[in-house]
């Protein structure tokens, strides 16, 4: 250090109380979102009630009976109770309002369609999460009449996957009932009944909402006059935009969604003795394509696993049916090299940038350093599928050092096309245009030797014994590149 003339103080920045207004603007981050909605008539009307007693009320403000209907439903409401460790407490001088539980009113409004979701995900979701699904579960109503309020509480996740709340406000004739945030001392009010009341003299009537995270903390401030309805959701996070059948469901046409049609076809397959003698592994191209994260990083779950939930309609059955024989099927993605016929089979999404232009070397590159498993094709009677095996003169040394698994294609992945992972990447590139990718995955099943199918303990060339390889040989590796450092 020297200690010459002390430096000057650099000058100021030339930042004003604008730009830095701009900048905390841009820079905001609350832990909620929250604005106003115009919505359809029709989404204002609530249904409850039964039979003689079933009540049709409009919630849009506008109609001159309003107070007495909005009376009335407050009475309809039983008393609110509030979670206090696990049970429900009733306690007035901690909640006082009135609620109605999901099964009990029907509402005009379609939060999805009315793209409420969509208006909460990018509100309040920020980064990786914006582009992640999420769904709103129907909670409650609730209506606060005079003098009721919420004391400061922290909404009770229900459910591992729960993740905030969203309070919609309706613009009945009410004054007060702020909602009150706090997080890390910071603190936001929410005044439905102030935003509401600004545009009433719009031409189409709007809700309030609120979305905010469920680590934070809020209070209802006591309504002074009027009734404050609101309808508040659960937010999950979701998985993949699929659909899941219920149990409950039972399909006879289209055959390849009967659960019982398709295990029946495989039993009788399974028992045929002129069918993979040996044992092997039977390969089925699923049916559907399913959305993965075009921007899949290492580190994120692997979408694989839980594809298994959300697998559609056929694909479902096929899983169940295969469940059901004591098999067990494995969810895999195939990466298929159109010049060399060669098709690697991966138990994981991978992030491979574009650093890989050509397709065959990305499949030599999967097969020698991934952990791909090359696919041999086999006949019904266990011999092996010749039919490409001139192709892969040019590369027998390098399939000859790769881990292989004997497959009978059951379906052929029809739709392998779109379920050639190397050319997405290279096409999709660094900047992926779209948040999910449709690729078809595979499911793959070790069967045993005829007459004793469930067992693949030992002796079945297959997909589990050459993950077993695979893993042994990543293991050896790692090791040795260790040593190499350490040396
Ligand atoms: O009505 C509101 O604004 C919030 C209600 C609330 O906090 C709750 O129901 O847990
Ligand atoms: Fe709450």
């Known amino acids: 250090m020297s200690d010459g ?43 409850y009630g039964k039979g003689k007693d079933a009540r049709q009320l409009d919630l849009s403000g506008t109609s001159a009976q309003d107070v007495e209907a909005l009376d009335e439903l407050e009475k309809a409401c039983e008393a609110a109770t509030f979670g206090r460790n696990a049970e429900a407490v009733l306690d007035e001088t901690y909640r006082k309002a009135g609620k109605m539980d999901s099964d009990k009113f029907l509402l005009g409004l379609d939060v999805d369609k009315s793209r409420l979701v969509d208006i909460v995900r990018a509100g309040l979701l920020a980064g990786n999460d914006e582009r992640r699904a999420i769904r709103a ?73 609120i979305a905010f995270f469920s680590d934070v903390e809020h209070e209802v401030l006591p309504i002074t006059s009027g009734h404050r309805v609101t309808i508040t959701y659960n937010l999950y996070w979701a998985g993949p935009p699929a659909v899941a059948f219920p149990d409950e469901l039972t399909i006879i046409y289209p055959k390849h969604s009967n659960f019982s049609a398709i295990g029946e ?105 991934i952990g791909g498993i090359r696919l041999v094709e086999m006949n019904f009677d266990g011999t092996p599928n010749n039919r490409f095996s001139h192709h892969l003169k040019y590369v027998r040394y390098e399939l000859e050092e790769a881990t292989s698994a004997q497959v009978y294609w059951v379906t052929k992945c029809g739709d392998v096309k779109g379920n050639l992972i190397g050319s ?64």
Not at 289 to 303: C, D, L, S, V
Not at 338 to 357: Q, T
Not at 443 to 455: H, M, Q
Not at 458 to 484: D, S, T
Request: glycine fraction near 8%; charge should be neutral; proline fraction near 8%.
């Open 5 to 47: 003339p002390s430096t000057p103080e650099p000058p100021a920045t030339s930042d004003s109380p604008l730009s830095l207004r701009l900048r905390a603007t841009l820079g905001e981050n609350p832990p909620f979102c929250s604005g106003t909605l115009g919505l359809q008539p029709a989404d204002f009307t609530l249904y």
């Open 265 to 369: 076809a495989l039993v009788e397959l399974l028992a045929d003795p002129t069918f993979l003698p040996q044992g092997g592994t039977l390969g089925f191209g699923l049916r559907h394509a399913y959305p993965f994260e075009t921007r899949w990083k290492r580190g994120m779950p692997n979408p694989l696993d839980t594809l298994r939930g959300w697998l559609k309609g056929s694909d479902a059955a096929l899983l169940r049916a295969l469940q059901a024989l004591s098999l067990d099927p494995l969810l895999r993605l195939i990466s298929r090299d159109a010049k060399y016929h060669i098709d690697v089979m991966l138990d994981r999404m991978l992030s491979l940038g574009n650093l890989y232009n050509e397709p065959s070397e990305l499949c030599l590159m999967l097969l020698r350093h």
């Open 424 to 487: 997405q990447y290279t096409a999709f590139g660094n900047e992926p245009t779209t948040a999910y990718l449709y690729l078809t995955p595979s499911l793959f099943v070790d069967v045993g030797p005829a007459g004793d199918r469930a067992n693949v303990a030992e002796g079945v060339a297959g997909v589990k014994a050459a993950q077993a390889q695979v893993q042994a040989r990543l293991e050896e590796a790692r090791a040795k590149a260790k040593k190499r450092t350490r040396a």
């Open 137 to 209: 579960e129907l909670y409650k109503l609730n209506v606060y009449g005079k003098h009721a309020f919420f004391k400061p509480h922290k909404d009770t996740p229900r459910g591992a996957d729960m993740f905030g709340s969203l309070v919609i406000v309706f613009p009945t004739p009410h004054e007060g009932g702020a909602l009150v945030l706090r997080d890390e001392g910071d603190e936001w009010t929410f005044d439905a009944a102030l935003l509401l009341s600004a545009t009433a003299h719009y031409e189409m009537k709007r809700i309030a909402y």
